[in-house]
C-alpha cells in the first residue's frame, strides 16, 4: 500500500523565515514605490522563501496487518464440576470454527490454570496481558472468555481497549451449599480448647443442616447448625503441632458440587509449659545430670527433690539441719501429681518416704496418660526395689540377675536403630559406635515393651513401652554420666536424654508409628515411620475426592518415604490403613472453590465498559462478525470484533516537490523582469 503525502522541512526556523518573508515584503515595496511592478518584485521573494521551505514528497509503502481476538479459556478448579469441562471444549472448538471464516484476523487461545500452591483465585486479565504482550493494544479486535464468570483480578478500568465477550460456562438457578470458615484461631494452648466460627451458606434457603467435624483424620462427630447463621464450637487441643480441624456440611438436593461442603483448618498446638518432678533417691554422681538437661530446656518448669537421709534412719540430727525444705509428699503425689507431665526417678530406693497407696496413685498416672522414667542402680536389685511395689503394674523390665560391674559398650538395638530416639544418633553410624563405655548395666528380665539400646550380651539397657495412654521408659544403668564428662570420649548423652524425654511426653516428631505429608512447591512428600521394615503403600486422596496409591521406599531407619507431583490446591488426605496424615497445598480452603455457582455480574463493568456481550454456552454459540468504527461490539445473538485497519510502514521515499534548478530560474527570471518593467 503506497500513500502520498507533503511534507516541508524548512532549512530554517519558522520564526527566521516569517521574519524573513516580512523584511522581504517591506523592501519589495519600498523599491517598487510609485511604479507598476510589485508584483514581479514578488516573483523572487516567493521564489526564494518557496527555497527555505524545502517542500518534499514523501511515499510511504505500508502492510496491512491482520487484527488479534483472543480466546480465554477458563481450566481453573472451579471449571472442573459438573459439566463445565464438556462445556468449555465445545465453546472452544465452536468459536474457533467461527473465528476462522471472519477475514484479517488473527486468533490466539490462552489457557489459565491455577499455579499450584496459589490462592488468589482466577486471573484471567492477567492471562489476557500475557497473550498480547508482543501485540499493540491497537491491533485487538476482541476478547472472547470461555468462564463460570468467577474470576478475582477484575481491573478497576473496564475498558480493555476492545470488546469483551463472555461465553458462560454452568447453568442458571444453580445450586450450591458451602461452608465457610469465619473465624478460626492460628495456635491453642495443648489440653485447652480453640473457639471455631463457621455458617453454612445456602442462598435462598432456611432450616438446619448436619455438620460433621473430624480432628486429625480420627473419628467423627456431627452438630446440626442453622444455615446461613453463624456458628460456635469448641475444639479441644490434644497435642503440640498442627491439630487438623475438618468440617463437612451434609450434602443439599441437587447440589452443583460437594467440593465446598468441607473446609479444614489447622490449629497449632502450644504447650504452656512442660512440668517435671524429679526424684533423686540418693545424691550420686549422675544426678546433676538429669537436673542439667532438664535447667536447660526453657520450655520446661522442673521440681527437683533429693533424698539426703531416710527418715528411718534416727541419728538425733536436729530437722534444721537435715533439709531446706520438707518433702510434701501428700501435695506432689496425691493433690498435684496430674500436673506434671513427667515423673522422674533417679536411682530411687523404696523407703518409707512415699506410702504405698502413693505408687499406686502414680501407676494410676501413668496409665490415664502420664510418663514416667525410670533410671536405676544397683538399689534396683535389692529388697528395696521400688518394683515390689504397684510400680511394677507398668515397668516393662523387672529386676533379674547381679548387674555387671565394667567397662561396655552402649549399643543400638535393631529395633532401635528404627525408633526416633535412637535412630540416627551423633555417632551410632559407624560399626562399632563412636561413643565412650559405660561402666555398669542393672540385670533385669523384660516382660513387655521394646528394647532400643543393650549391653553386654544383649542385656537390656533402655527399655520403652506404652501402658494404657501413658509411657514407660527404663534406663538400666546409672553411668550415663560418663558421656556427659567426655570420658573414654563421651557421647550423645544430650542428645538422647531429650529425645527420650520429649518421647515420654508424647511430642509428635518422635512418634515411632506415625504417617506425615508435606507439601513444598508442587511436590507432596508422605513419610511413614514404622518398626516394621519393608516398603509400604499408602493412599492418597485429592482435594476433588479422587484417590490414588504411592508406594513408600524404606531406608532401613524407621523411615519409608515417597513423593508425587500435586495439582490441586487444597486438602490432601494420606492413609495407610491405620494412619491418617493431611497436607494442605495452598490454602486449606481455597479461594477457588469457595463460590462456585456461574455469574456474569463481576465482569459485567467490562463488559459494559466495551460494548461486548453475555451468552450462556448451554444456550448455544452466538453468531461472530466483523464491524467498524466504536460501536455495534455485540448483540443478543452475536458478537462483534472490531476493524482496526493497523499497517507497518515498510519502506519511505523522499523526494523534492519543486527542483532545485527550477526555482533558481523562478528567481532570476523575476527579478530580470522587474528590471526591464522598471527600466522603460
Same mark, same amino acid.
Not at 463460570?148 to 476492545?162: R, T
Not at 544426678?287 to 522442673?302: H, I, Q
Given at each position: ?177 458451602? #461452608?465457610?470458615?469465619? +473465624? ?20 435462598? +434457603? ?83 545430670? !538429669? ?16 533424698? #539426703? ?16 525444705? @520438707? ?78 560391674? +565394667? ?75 560418663? !558421656? ?42 508422605? +513419610? ?10 499408602? @493412599? ?55 463460590? #462456585? ?84
Amino acid at each position: 500500500m503506497t500513500i502520498p503525502q507533503l511534507l516541508f522541512a524548512p532549512l530554517l526556523p519558522v520564526w527566521a523565515l516569517i521574519a524573513a518573508a516580512a523584511l522581504g515584503l517591506a523592501l519589495a515595496a519600498w523599491g517598487a514605490h510609485g511604479r507598476a511592478s510589485l508584483w514581479l518584485r514578488l516573483i523572487p521573494l516567493a521564489a526564494i522563501l518557496l527555497a527555505l521551505l524545502n517542500p518534499r514528497l514523501s511515499q510511504q509503502d505500508a502492510t496491512a496487518l491482520n487484527d488479534v481476538a483472543v480466546v480465554l479459556v477458563d481450566d481453573s478448579g472451579s471449571m472442573t464440576v459438573g459439566d463445565r469441562p464438556a462445556q468449555s471444549a465445545e465453546a472452544l472448538a465452536g468459536t474457533l470454527e467461527r473465528l476462522k471464516k471472519l477475514p484479517k484476523l488473527d486468533v490466539r487461545v490462552e489457557h489459565y490454570h491455577n499455579a499450584p500452591g496459589r490462592d488468589d483465585g482466577t486471573k484471567l486479565f492477567s492471562a489476557l496481558d500475557r497473550a498480547l504482550a508482543d501485540v499493540p493494544r491497537r491491533r485487538l479486535a476482541g476478547v472472547v472468555m470461555i468462564t463460570d464468570g468467577q474470576v478475582a483480578d477484575v481491573p478497576a478500568n473496564p475498558d480493555i481497549g476492545a470488546p469483551l465477550h463472555l461465553l458462560l460456562a454452568g447453568h442458571k438457578d444453580e445450586r450450591d451449599r458451602r #461452608l465457610v470458615v469465619e +473465624q478460626a484461631p492460628s495456635f491453642g494452648i495443648v489440653g485447652g480448647t480453640a473457639s471455631l466460627s463457621f455458617r453454612v451458606e445456602d442462598p435462598g +434457603q432456611t432450616g438446619s443442616v448436619a455438620v460433621t467435624l473430624r480432628r486429625d483424620g480420627g473419628s467423627a462427630s456431627s452438630v446440626t447448625v442453622p444455615v446461613n447463621k453463624s456458628t460456635n464450637v469448641e475444639i479441644p487441643i490434644e497435642h503440640g503441632g498442627p491439630n487438623i480441624v475438618e468440617l463437612e456440611a451434609a450434602a443439599a438436593p441437587n447440589e452443583l458440587t460437594l467440593a465446598n461442603n468441607r473446609a479444614a483448618i489447622s490449629i497449632g498446638g502450644v504447650r504452656d509449659r512442660l512440668r517435671v518432678l524429679l526424684i533423686s533417691g540418693e545424691p550420686h554422681a549422675g544426678e546433676r545430670t !538429669w537436673r542439667n538437661l532438664l535447667k536447660a530446656d526453657p520450655s520446661v518448669d522442673l521440681v527437683h527433690f533429693t533424698i #539426703l537421709r531416710p527418715p528411718e534412719k534416727d541419728d538425733r540430727t536436729p530437722l534444721r539441719e537435715l533439709a531446706l525444705i @520438707s518433702f510434701p509428699v501428700r501435695e506432689l503425689f496425691e493433690e498435684k501429681l496430674h500436673d506434671f507431665d513427667l515423673i522422674i526417678f533417679d536411682r530411687y530406693r523404696r523407703r518409707t518416704v512415699l506410702p504405698p497407696a502413693y505408687y499406686q496413685n502414680i501407676a494410676d498416672y501413668v496409665k490415664g496418660g502420664g510418663a514416667l522414667l525410670m533410671a536405676v542402680g544397683p538399689e534396683f536389685s535389692t529388697p528395696d526395689t521400688p518394683y515390689n511395689t504397684a510400680l511394677s503394674e507398668v515397668l516393662p523390665a523387672a529386676p533379674f540377675g547381679p548387674a555387671l560391674e +565394667q567397662p561396655f559398650l552402649p549399643l543400638v538395638t535393631a529395633t532401635g536403630k528404627r525408633h526416633p530416639v535412637t535412630a540416627g544418633l551423633p555417632g551410632a553410624e559407624s560399626d562399632p559406635p563412636r561413643w565412650g563405655r559405660w561402666m555398669r548395666v542393672i540385670g533385669s528380665q523384660m516382660k513387655r515393651g521394646t528394647s532400643v539400646m543393650e549391653g553386654p550380651n544383649g542385656a537390656p539397657l533402655l527399655v520403652l513401652d506404652r501402658v494404657g495412654e501413658g509411657r514407660v521408659a527404663e534406663l538400666m544403668s546409672d553411668t550415663i554420666w560418663l !558421656w556427659a564428662r567426655g570420658w573414654d570420649g563421651g557421647g550423645p548423652q544430650a542428645e538422647l536424654l531429650r529425645r527420650l524425654a520429649h518421647w515420654l511426653m508424647k511430642e509428635p516428631e518422635l512418634e515411632e508409628n506415625q504417617l506425615t505429608a508435606e507439601i513444598n512447591g508442587d511436590r507432596l512428600t508422605v +513419610q511413614r515411620r514404622s518398626l516394621e521394615p519393608g516398603n509400604a503403600e499408602v @493412599s492418597i486422596t485429592a482435594p476433588d475426592g479422587s484417590e490414588r496409591k504411592l508406594t513408600l521406599t524404606d531406608h532401613n531407619d524407621g523411615r519409608a518415604t515417597g513423593s508425587l507431583t500435586v495439582e490441586q490446591s487444597g486438602l490432601w488426605r494420606v492413609g495407610d490403613g491405620q494412619h491418617i496424615a493431611l497436607a494442605a497445598a495452598g490454602s486449606l480452603n481455597p479461594v477457588e472453590m469457595s463460590e #462456585l455457582r456461574a455469574t456474569p455480574d463481576k465482569l459485567k463493568p467490562v463488559i459494559d465498559a466495551t460494548g461486548g456481550g453475555v451468552h450462556w454456552i448451554a444456550d448455544g454459540l452466538p453468531d461472530m462478525r466483523r464491524y467498524r468504527g466504536t460501536s455495534g461490539g455485540g448483540g443478543p445473538n452475536w458478537f462483534g470484533f472490531r476493524i482496526n485497519d493497523d499497517h507497518v510502514v515498510t519502506a519511505v521515499r523522499d523526494i523534492p516537490l519543486i527542483p532545485g534548478t527550477l526555482l533558481m530560474l523562478l528567481a532570476f527570471g523575476g527579478l530580470v523582469l522587474a528590471w526591464w518593467r522598471e527600466g522603460k
